[in-house]
């Protein structure tokens, strides 16, 4: 069985250590970018091994691509390949949001057995599970990536949709008040693209960062969607990130092709005479 979505503590218990799963920690701190890989080495998951959200799951960043561009796909195939990851790899990332970016490239470049471990790396403490310490290595393969770019629109379509009233959803994934335009702490500009609805992607977890139930899911995205399909549904966030958390979610609930618009409101903002929309 290959899990595509979440997987449970007790679950990912019994399969740990297999030598065709891979266990990778994706934990980041946006305001000290060393946090996550201090954090993983002090202390992980058995057989865990680290993704560094700058370093490993996004290109430096450049003047119009937004704060986190989408890895160039050769680097990006050398990474998978460092972490393990094999064509009849089940891959298991955690923690929330960060390993959603994970998920959501493995399943860019083709790879679809990748599941986030539902509650994370509390959720496997509180159940008493091991851990262990300092940096782990797997043995490396040769990923061939296989580029999906159904999953992805860019910065020419969503204008194109504005232009001509076309069918295109925008769900934006950031906080109510950054989405409102009343603050913005990362990008120079507070507001949003014009027309999007907005899912906080926090709001798909409960109060233990374990994921909603699918039917509540499938009621919250529901009337947000409308008439549209989710292949006609693009999610954005501020850089490409936190969106990919509502990606997972709707999948979650039954609604698939989902797309991602990687420059998000970052890329989006760099240009002054596209348009924006506050309140």
Not at 128 to 133: A, E, S, V, W
Request: charged share 25%; with cysteine; hydrophobic share 40%.
């Amino acid at each position: 069985m290959a899990y595509k979505t979440f997987i449970s503590v007790d679950e990912l218990a019994r399969q740990i250590g297999k030598p065709d799963w891979v266990v990778v920690d994706c934990r980041f701190d946006l305001d000290d970018v060393a946090a996550g890989r201090k954090l993983y080495l002090e202390a992980h998951l058995p057989g865990a091994v680290y993704a560094d959200l700058d370093r490993d799951l996004a290109s430096p960043p450049g003047a119009e691509t937004g704060r986190h561009p989408l890895p160039d796909i050769n680097v990006l195939a050398s990474t998978f390949s460092r972490l393990g990851i094999g064509e009849d790899t089940q891959v298991v990332a955690y923690d929330l949001p960060f390993a959603a970016r994970l998920w959501w490239l493995l399943r860019f470049s083709g790879h679809h057995s990748v599941a986030i471990l539902d509650g994370g790396l509390s959720a496997w403490l509180a159940s008493g599970h091991d851990i262990r310490k300092g940096e782990e290595l797997r043995p490396p393969t040769n990923y061939t990536p296989q580029i999906d770019t159904s999953m992805v629109v860019d910065t020419d379509e969503i204008l194109a949709s504005l232009q001509t009233g076309g069918g295109l959803l925008l769900v934006d994934s950031r906080s109510p008040e950054r989405y409102r335009g009343e603050k913005e702490p990362r990008d120079p500009v507070a507001a949003r693209i014009p027309g999007a609805v907005n899912r906080f992607w926090g709001d798909n977890l409960n109060s233990d960062g374990f994921i909603r139930p699918r039917a509540e899911l499938l009621q919250a995205f529901q009337p947000l969607l409308g008439a549209h399909a989710p292949k006609d549904t693009a999610v954005y966030c501020g850089s490409g990130v936190t969106a990919a958390v509502n990606s997972l979610a709707m999948e979650h609930a039954g609604l698939e092709k989902i797309r991602l618009y990687p420059g998000s409101w970052s890329m989006w903002c760099s240009d002054p005479s596209r348009p924006i929309e506050r309140g």
